[in-house]
């Protein structure tokens, strides 16, 4: 199995190796997410009705109420958190959010090259995917 | 980035645990928006207060920071919370809530926060001067400290508001810089806007189609262009839009100063011929049934408003409920004035919060009527409530009549 690296700009450190949430749609944070149960709520989103929970969740950039900061804290709280977050250009509600959830991210990520992957490993802001 | 000596400091956690975290969030903000470096500002204006939006966690958070020793550098003041802190009980609240609240506040107090619970600090001595750097959340205080004061201060996010008020600092980028304040779109008001409604209209209109442009708006009188109009418009264009700085001609302090940044924003325009009519705002099944709650003070009324509101309102009998939402600080000052007697029981003069924040689900209103833009776009997305945006006049009509009838326009 050939692994290929993709390198990224470190939001929040952190290393972890676990299955890929991906979407290319923007997601919303506060309100699109049930903060009990991790489930993605945006009606019609792509990823409506998906678990966040221990996935490397990766999407363009969040959209929405800066609340949304809040709402990943509650998420990591509950225990529902992704293992790590992966966007293209990370905003400020999910910039603020994994620093105040200590939640691994990465951006500045070409994330169309990660569709296909089924399993990621993140180590020192370097992606590994096959 | 370029850090100073006690900046790094911060960061390296020489000033305790909590202002290392809150550095953390300056910085990282700054690396994301390629800031060359960190400025101090002279005031914050913190969200995230409502315990129905942040919850546990957010409370927990602000726990850890209080307890690793953190603490406001700057004076900062507080958004509207969740209730009404002296009568949330005969308002309908639950004493569970009240609880969860009153420790949220208590963790931004022993932050070193003024408590002023307030989406309006400028009226409430938080009141930046022209050119000042600020650090700001809560969309119409943002509007309207960039716009009709002039002080810099970019659309922060509650966290972002209180990292910057507990180390003193933000990153030095996007309406902190000159060249990102002059204007992008010209906008050619074509027709009358008078009124609070009018404004009201207006600036919903505007933030649906310009998204996070920077208007410069033409063809309004500077004569309507008052505090409490100015108020209104940019509180509905950050509502339905990301606008978070305008320039009115003739009106507001920087197009004043430098008139050519008009001529800049040349290239791209529009037109405004008429403004939404009234069958955008009221749902046909509204009318003819019964109105639970009239809703003023969004953002929060200044005295002259209260005043105004009331001065028809005095001596009348109401069907549905009135709610007039002010900060606490004014409230206690119109009490003193004796402006607040002889008031029907239904009228309420309420502070600390606001129809926006508070949990209306608690509450039993189904059909709001509001003068407010802002509070119009946010109760439109609440499940299981119809809400009217009416002229102000109409609204008071409506609080004595108790139902919305057919109306014509207006």
């Not at chain 1, 709280?77 to 990465?106: F, K």
Request: hydrophobic share 40%.
């Amino acid at each position: 199995m050939n692994s290929k690296v993709i390198a990224g700009r470190i939001i929040h450190p952190g290393n972890c190796k676990g299955p890929i949430l991906y979407t290319e749609v923007p997601l919303l944070i506060y309100g699109g997410i049930d903060v009990s149960t991790g489930i993605i709520l945006e009606e019609g989103h792509p990823l409506q009705g998906e678990c966040i929970q221990d996935k490397i969740l990766v999407f363009p950039r969040a959209k929405g109420s800066t609340v949304g900061s809040y709402t990943l804290l509650q998420v990591k709280a509950n225990h529902q958190a992704p293992m790590a977050i992966i966007n293209e250009h990370c905003e400020p509600i999910i910039a603020t959010g994994v620093i105040m959830a200590r939640i691994p991210c990465i951006d500045e990520i070409d994330i169309k090259r990660l569709k296909h992957a089924n399993q990621l490993e993140i180590k020192e802001g370097n992606i590994m995917y096959c | 980035m370029n850090l100073t000596g006690l900046q790094e400091s911060m960061l390296q956690g020489e000033q305790g645990p909590g202002t290392r975290l809150a550095m953390k969030i300056i910085v990282t903000l700054g690396r994301i928006y390629h800031a060359e470096n960190l400025i101090p500002v002279s005031s914050c204006q913190v969200s995230g207060v409502s315990y129905k939006s942040i919850g546990k966690a957010g409370l927990d958070f602000l726990e850890e920071l209080r307890d690793g020793g953190a603490h406001a550098r700057v004076p900062t003041t507080l958004n509207p919370c969740g209730l009404d802190l002296e009568r949330w009980l005969s308002l309908g609240f639950s004493q569970s809530f009240y609880r969860d609240q009153a420790q949220v506040l208590q963790a931004y107090r022993e932050l070193d926060i003024s408590l002023t619970c307030s989406c309006t600090p400028y009226l409430l001595g938080n009141c930046p001067v022209q050119g000042s750097h600020i650090a700001w959340a809560e969309s119409s205080a943002v509007s309207y400290a960039n716009s009709v004061l002039g002080a810099r201060t970019n659309r922060e996010g509650g966290p972002a508001a209180l990292s910057a008020a507990l180390t003193g600092y933000t990153a030095n980028y996007g309406l902190h810089l000159d060249e990102n304040r002059k204007p992008t779109v010209k906008v050619h008001v074509e027709c009358e806007v008078a009124t609070y409604w009018d404004f009201a209209r207006l600036g919903l209109l505007l933030g649906r189609k310009l998204g996070n442009e920077i208007p410069v708006i033409t063809g309004l009188s500077p004569r309507k262009c008052t505090p409490s109009t100015l108020r209104q418009l940019g509180a509905s264009m950050a509502a339905s839009g990301a606008i978070a700085l305008y320039h009115v001609e003739d009106v507001t302090p920087e197009i004043t100063a430098f008139p050519n940044w008009a001529i800049h924003a040349g290239e791209k325009e529009i037109h405004v011929n008429s403004l939404p009519s009234r069958p955008e705002f009221v749902k046909d099944t509204m009318v003819g049934k019964p109105v639970d709650l009239v809703f003023f003070g969004c953002p929060h009324s200044s005295m002259e408003e209260v005043e105004s509101i009331l001065s028809f309102l005095k001596e009348q009998q109401v069907q549905a409920s009135v709610w007039i939402a002010t900060a606490s600080m004014l409230r206690a000052e119109m009490e003193k004035k004796g402006i607040l007697t002889g008031l029907d029981s239904k009228i309420q003069v309420i502070s600390d919060t606001c129809i926006v924040v508070c949990p209306i689900e608690e509450l039993s209103f189904k059909r709001v009527i509001t003068d407010s833009g802002k509070a119009f776009y946010y109760l439109s997305n609440k499940p299981g409530v119809d809400v009217a945006l009416l002229p102000r006049k109409k609204c008071m009509e409506i609080a004595i009549n108790g139902k919305l009838d057919e109306g014509g326009n207006t």
